[in-house]
């Protein structure tokens, strides 16, 4: 079956600092990818989106960037402030198919 | 645009019985997936309906199951509920028409407990 991992379970960073949350796919036909951040008791909350035909996205304050190489997807975040201490999920899409979801990445960030 | 609703919110029920949980899309989305989400898991995918037709469908037990209405609303059953169906069951809609159109957005969840 498809798997969509995260190298990190759970992530801490100091306030103002950059965060990057990583995700490991394993698709290689897969070519659309989205970034969700999941609040506690909320639902999963779009952040930003790529496809395959790009290798770096930017939004405000949170970059994507995909490696098809190496089957790599990987979520900047910009002066990371405590709202945004949440869970991140990464998820995969291959045209006509369901989307895969990896576990999550808990980030946590220090005042 | 008001976004994806589901009732309820919350929910208890004990094994054996049957649950019905619903989602009201995003106005204009036609495509509406279901998810389970439990401690530990990632979203596990349940099905999708698009133009009240199941498109996709995950790996669960024929106990779960869904239908969508022609207005894109959507509601899943749940037969003969057992402790592990305990799970925040997540909906989501887009407005799934081609290959541009597939993004996703999640709705609060329905939070079940299973006594």
């Known amino acids: 079956g498809e798997s969509v991992g995260l190298h990190l379970p759970t992530l801490s960073v100091q306030e103002g600092d950059n965060s990057i949350i990583n995700c490991a796919y394993s698709?290689?036909?897969?070519?659309?990818f989205i970034w969700y951040k999941q609040e506690s008791g909320k639902g999963p909350q779009f952040i930003i989106d790529i496809r395959s035909n790009m290798d770096k996205r930017q939004g405000q304050r949170v970059t994507v960037l995909l490696n098809k190489t190496v089957k790599h997807l990987s979520l900047q975040i910009a002066a990371t402030q405590p709202g945004d201490s949440a869970v991140y999920f990464c998820a995969e899409n291959e045209a006509g198919n369901q989307f895969y979801f990896g576990t999550g990445t808990s980030l946590t960030v220090i005042p | 645009k008001a976004g994806v609703t589901q009732t309820p919110r919350y929910l208890i029920k004990t094994r054996g019985q049957q649950v019905t949980l619903s989602c009201s899309p995003i106005s204009g989305h036609r495509s509406v997936s279901w998810y389970q989400q439990t401690p530990g898991q990632g979203l596990q995918f349940l099905f999708e309906y698009f133009s009240e037709t199941q498109r996709n469908k995950g790996n669960f037990p024929g106990r779960f199951s869904g239908r969508q209405f022609s207005n894109s609303r959507s509601e899943m059953n749940v037969s003969t509920l057992e402790l592990g169906d305990s799970a925040l069951y997540l909906c989501?809609?887009?407005?799934?028409?081609?290959?541009?159109?597939?993004?996703?957005?999640f709705g609060p969840g329905t939070r079940l407990l299973v006594l």
């Open positions: 989501a809609s887009s407005l799934g028409g081609g290959r541009t159109e597939e993004t996703q957005y």
């Open positions: 698709n290689s036909a897969s070519d659309y």
